[in-house]
């Protein structure tokens, strides 16, 4: 069993991806922004990381942030954004719609994953945002997604793992379950104990900082809530093995 799990990193950089390999990871989710949750990144990421690394790329389809309920206009800038990550190679997608009273849009999804085909998808933490859990879990199972990213509709996946734990529970292996939210070294194990999932999902980040020697103090090109300006955020090569370590020891 302890061969069994697979980890996954969420990355926006090249870096990241670079190292979230290095460190042992299985599967790269790749985004744009990882400070809004993570949005569709650009073709050129994408072409860029597939030539440097070997390991699957899932790659993001979400074309703003907030919540997930996409206008007529959104939906045909998803399915453009599906249509590029095909053609420069992505292994797999990532998205969710909801309808406005919380429930997976399944009509939508439909279109969403035709225009996917063949590529398998994760229906990401857009999950967390449903009314009902459970019922949504089936809706996902029909409509033939890989796997559920999800903190277990909390604000991490240790607050939520009563919840992930029942949702591995019904879905009986008729689908992937991935905790994911807030996962670190500290609190893995009791994660993947607790909710009996075959794979987990982390960004395994730490800051690094800039190396302009020049820096403007008095600008900053992002608003209020923006990262420092001279500071990045990249996977963690050790970060990564160490997680990776813990996952390969449980029994």
């Not at 290095?22 to 949750?37: M, V």
């Not at 206008?71 to 309808?99: N, Y």
């Not at 009273?101 to 225009?115: P, S």
Request: proline fraction near 4%.
């Amino acid at each position: 069993m302890s061969e069994g799990f697979l980890m996954e990193v969420c990355v926006d950089s090249v870096e990241s991806a670079i190292n979230a390999e290095r460190g042992g990871a299985a599967r790269i989710e790749l985004c744009s922004n990882l400070l809004e949750g993570g949005l569709t990144p650009s073709t050129g990421l994408l072409q860029v990381v597939k030539e440097n690394v070997r390991i699957p790329v899932y790659v993001m389809i979400r074309p703003r942030a907030g919540d997930f309920l996409y206008s007529d206009w959104e939906l045909e800038v998803m399915k453009r954004d599906i249509e590029q990550m095909k053609i420069h190679r992505a292994d797999g997608l990532v998205f969710g719609v909801l309808t406005e009273d919380g429930r997976v849009d399944t009509e939508l999804c439909m279109e969403l994953l035709a225009a996917s085909r063949p590529l398998p998808v994760t229906f990401h933490r857009a999950f967390d945002m449903v009314h009902d859990p459970a019922v949504a879990l089936e809706s996902l199972i029909s409509l033939g997604f890989e796997r559920i990213l999800t903190s277990g509709c909390d604000s991490t996946a240790l607050e939520g793992l009563p919840v992930i734990k029942r949702l591995v529970e019904q879905a009986k292996g008729r689908i992937l379950i991935m905790p994911g939210g807030g996962i670190t070294e500290r609190n893995l194990q009791r994660i993947l104990e607790g909710s009996g999932s075959q794979e987990f999902h982390c960004s395994a980040r730490s800051s690094k900082d800039s190396t302009m020697k020049f820096r403007n103090s008095n600008v900053s090109m992002g608003g209020s809530l923006s990262v420092p300006e001279y500071a990045v955020k990249v996977a963690d090569v050790t970060k990564v093995r160490t997680l990776n370590a813990i996952a390969k020891n449980i029994l």
